[in-house]
Structure formats: structure tokens, C-alpha cells
């Protein structure tokens, strides 16, 4: 009678522990979604699987997950839809890492490793907690469902907000928060800057919109002209670093002049902005040895006119102002061999009499 019992109940339980066993140990036939996909391109795109040392030509529909990669050559572009609906357009000159994505009912997060170029981020809303983050080398953006734009080059990171607001941080873990319409930016070791409201007609718009046709797969492009983006960029942070100086914002200024520095590799620019440097640690802070490595940064390594010949003189005067009388005649002598008609030269010519004169 017992064994009639177990007879009839024992392929009931064989029956359960299959079913526990389905879910626990799923057939290895059955794949997990993939995070998203490719869902278009054009130019010169590659794609590189995880834990792959090998790139390859990207193509349509493509699968991505967690550990895959994907960059672009210096035509290329590159949409990723994402299975929550979110959207990563990824422009010209750059390399993307998908390093961590999870989609639950009531939970997602992902992390978007920028290494280097231009992305715009469009999250969609999600219903339940969300923690995703876009990342560069040098900054950590915090995303819920929102629009935006970054661009790295470099150290430097620059911000576009298209949609609802961004959470931005530095290497220090400092933070701003970006707003549809406004611009921040940050380079290495600094908090962003506090944003900048993009006006109609100013160069940050020229910038924000070079950029939309940069990460839209359907829009053409000047390559030439948007290849001038970090250089139009510097230009205009050394324009509002002189302008943050004026309004005695004065750590400001130091931050957006390195910004400016480490966003473009065109000696005049560099040049200008060490100077800038120079002259507000001088003049505004009493920091006479940080702005005397700013002045020689630029008479060593970028002599451009006038900067150099501005740099050199100031360099001379820090030193005699220093009690460092030879170091000072050695650079008001190379001034005047230099510079012979230079806007400084009856000055130095007084100087060079009365140090030799000590």
C-alpha cells in the first residue's frame, strides 16, 4: 500500500524538480536579451566583442552587451538602441565601451565608457529606480531620462543639456548639475565649471549644433569644419576666462583657461591661455611662482607672438620683484635680443641698466 503511495506521488515530484531545475539551470540553447544593438551606421565603424583583442567592421543589428565596444573612424557614425529604449549616438573619432548594463522591471543601471570623442545620451524615462552613468576619463555624468551631448578631448569634457537635468562630476567628485540649455565643462583634477546658458548666435550654440550633426547618423557633415570644434571651443574659454577674471571671478578664470589649454594642441592658443594664467595668479592672487612656471611654460615651450615676448618680460619682473636679480638681467638680456623692437623695450633696457648697475 505504502509503495502504491510513493508510486503515484514520485513522478509529481520528479515533475517539480525538473521545473526548479528549468529556472535555476536554464537550457544553455535559451540566451539572455542582449543590452541593445546597432541600429545604424555610416562611414568608417568597427565593433569589438568582450574580452576580444580584435576589431572588426561593424554592421546593422549587431548585438551588444556588457564588455562590448564600438568606435568610429574619422567619417564615421554610429546609432545603439538599448533594450530599456535608450538611445547612444556615437560621432566621429571616437570609442565607447558598454561596461555595465542591467534591465529589471523595477531597476536599471548601465555604465557608457566614453574613452574618447562625442556621444549624445538620450535616456528614456523608466518607471522604476534607475542608476546609469556616462563616463570619460575625467568625468562621471549621472543620467536618469534626459537629452544631452559630451564631448571629450583629452583631459577636457564639454556638456550640452538638451533635456531635463544631468548630474556632472569631476575627478574630485564635485558636481554640478546641467539643465536643458546650458553648457558646462571640466578637464582633469577640476569640478565642472557652474553652467553656461547657451544663447542664439554665440559660438556655444555653433559648437552644440556642429555637434547634433556630428552623432545623427542621417545628417551630413563638413568633417573639415567639425574637426575645428576643440579649437573654436578654447578660443571661447579663453574669451570667458579673461571675462570671469574682469568680474574678479578669479579661480574660475584659472579653471577655464586650463580647460582651454588641454582641449586643443594649437601653440598661439596654449600660449595665450598659459598668459592668462600667469597674469591672474600675479596680478590677482599674489602667487608669483606659480605664475612665473606659467610664463616660462610659454617662453620654453610655445613662443608665439606676442605672448612670448609679453611672457618674457613678466618672467623678468617676477624675478626682480623676487630679490633674483641674475635670473631677472639673464631674461631682460635675452629680452632685448629678442625682441629688440619690442613694446617693453625702454623698460628693459632702464632694467638692464640698474641690475648691472647693483
Known amino acids: 500500500m505504502a509503495f502504491k503511495r510513493i508510486k503515484k506521488v514520485f513522478p509529481a515530484f520528479l515533475l517539480a524538480l525538473a521545473s526548479v531545475l528549468y529556472f535555476v539551470f536554464p537550457p544553455l540553447s535559451l540566451s539572455a536579451e542582449p ?11 568597427y565593433y569589438k566583442a568582450k574580452d576580444s583583442s580584435k576589431w572588426t567592421v ?12 564600438v568606435k ?40 557608457y565608457s566614453l574613452s574618447a570623442g562625442k556621444m549624445r545620451a538620450i535616456i528614456n524615462k523608466f518607471t522604476g529606480s534607475t542608476d546609469i552613468k556616462v563616463k570619460t576619463p575625467t568625468s562621471t555624468s ?8 559630451v564631448m571629450n578631448e583629452g583631459p577636457a569634457n564639454v556638456l550640452f543639456g538638451k533635456e531635463d537635468t544631468v548630474t556632472v562630476s569631476g575627478d574630485d567628485n564635485m558636481s554640478v548639475e546641467l539643465s536643458e540649455g546650458g553648457m558646462t565643462e ?21 559648437v552644440r549644433a556642429e555637434l547634433e550633426a556630428i552623432t545623427d547618423v542621417e545628417r551630413p557633415v563638413e568633417w573639415e569644419r567639425a574637426g575645428r570644434l576643440p579649437e573654436i571651443l578654447a ?12 568680474s574678479k571671478k578669479f579661480t574660475d578664470s584659472l579653471d577655464v583657461f586650463q580647460i582651454a589649454i588641454d582641449l586643443t594642441g594649437l601653440p598661439s592658443i596654449k600660449a595665450e591661455a598659459h598668459l592668462g594664467r600667469g597674469t591672474v595668479l600675479s596680478r590677482n592672487l599674489n602667487e608669483p611662482l606659480s605664475a612665473l612656471k606659467e610664463y616660462m611654460e610659454v617662453v620654453e615651450k610655445y613662443p608665439t607672438p606676442p605672448f612670448a615676448e609679453n611672457a618674457l618680460f613678466s618672467a623678468g619682473l617676477i624675478n626682480m620683484e623676487l630679490g633674483e636679480k641674475s635670473e631677472a638681467l639673464r631674461l631682460f638680456k635675452r629680452y632685448a635680443g629678442e625682441y629688440p623692437e619690442g613694446s617693453h623695450k625702454d623698460t628693459v633696457e632702464l632694467f638692464i ?6
Request: hydrophobic share 30%; glycine share 14%.
Open 353 to 358: 641698466k640698474v641690475l648691472e648697475g647693483d
Open 235 to 246: 578660443r571661447w574659454n579663453i574669451n570667458y576666462g579673461n571675462y570671469l577674471a574682469d
Open 186 to 206: 571640466n578637464t582633469k583634477g577640476g569640478k565642472p565649471i557652474e553652467p553656461v546658458a547657451v544663447t542664439p548666435g554665440s559660438a556655444l550654440e555653433e
Open 142 to 149: 549621472g543620467v536618469k531620462g534626459t537629452d544631452f551631448i
Open 35 to 45: 543590452a541593445g544593438r546597432i541600429e545604424s551606421l555610416s562611414g568608417a565603424a
Open 72 to 111: 568610429t573612424g574619422s567619417d564615421g557614425k554610429m546609432s545603439l538602441k538599448f533594450s530599456d529604449g535608450s538611445k547612444l549616438n556615437v560621432g566621429n573619432l571616437s570609442e565607447l565601451e558598454i561596461t555595465e548594463y542591467l534591465l529589471k522591471s523595477r531597476k536599471r543601471s548601465a555604465v
Open 58 to 69: 561593424a554592421s546593422k543589428g549587431i548585438d551588444l552587451g556588457p564588455g562590448d565596444s
